[in-house]
């Protein structure tokens, strides 16, 4: 099932980055729709305790339940970046390990299983597992304290 497919809409306007500033940071980051993609692109710096971007979609509220994995075709400037997964249970996200894609276009894909619950930045290891019943949206999130430029192509999310 297809959550975000970039080469058909526009749909760029509807995501927000909010970036290491909510903290005192100094990064800055943009979501644009490019050609037939979505890019997240910026600057990543660690003045001020940064160290990160980061962009959150719209809420899907679409129930993932019997669904197993994310599916993000998607390209790098070799910037590797984490999805991360909010549901309504909003006192937690869910965090994937880090994604490293190529330059050119390729599918990455994240299981369930492999996404972390956090509170507040911090991982949490008493926090219940991912519920795909109860997804409402993806956003992306660079490496933490990876300094310098980046920007990271976006075709399509689908679940499988």
Same mark, same amino acid.
């Given at each position: 099932?297809?959550?975000?497919d970039?080469?058909?809409?526009?749909?760029?306007?509807? %995501?927000?980055?909010?970036?290491?500033a909510?903290?005192?940071?100094?990064? +800055?980051?943009?979501?644009?729709?490019?050609?037939?993609?979505?890019?997240?692109?910026g600057?990543? =710096? =660690?003045?001020?305790?940064?160290?990160?971007?980061?962009?959150?979609?719209p809420d899907?509220?679409?129930?993932?339940?019997?669904?197993?994995?994310?599916?993000?075709e998607?390209?790098s400037?070799?910037?590797?970046?984490?999805?991360?997964?909010?549901?309504?249970?909003? +006192?937690?996200?869910?965090?994937?390990?880090?994604?490293?894609?190529?330059?050119?276009?390729?599918? $990455?894909?994240?299981?369930?299983?492999?996404?972390?619950?956090?509170? %507040?930045? %911090?991982?949490?290891?008493?926090?219940?597992?991912?519920?795909p019943?109860?997804?409402e949206a993806?956003?992306?999130?660079?490496?933490? $304290?990876?300094?310098?430029?980046?920007?990271?192509?976006?075709? $399509?999310?689908?679940?499988?």
């Open positions: 099932m297809n959550l975000f970039f080469t058909e809409e526009d749909f760029a306007y509807q %995501w927000n980055p909010e970036d290491d909510v903290m005192g940071g100094k990064s +800055d980051s943009r979501f644009r729709d490019g050609d037939e993609e979505a890019v997240f692109e600057d990543v =710096t =660690t003045k001020n305790f940064g160290g990160f971007c980061y962009v959150h979609g899907t509220e679409t129930d993932l339940k019997g669904f197993e994995k994310f599916e993000i998607t390209r400037s070799g910037t590797a970046f984490r999805l991360l997964v909010y549901t309504s249970d909003r +006192d937690k996200s869910y965090r994937s390990p880090l994604i490293r894609p190529a330059e050119e276009y390729e599918k $990455k894909t994240v299981s369930f299983g492999d996404l972390y619950p956090y509170v %507040w930045g %911090w991982k949490n290891p008493f926090a219940t597992g991912f519920k019943e109860n997804f993806i956003g992306f999130q660079t490496e933490y $304290k990876s300094s310098g430029e980046f920007e990271i192509g976006i075709k $399509k999310v689908d679940v499988k």
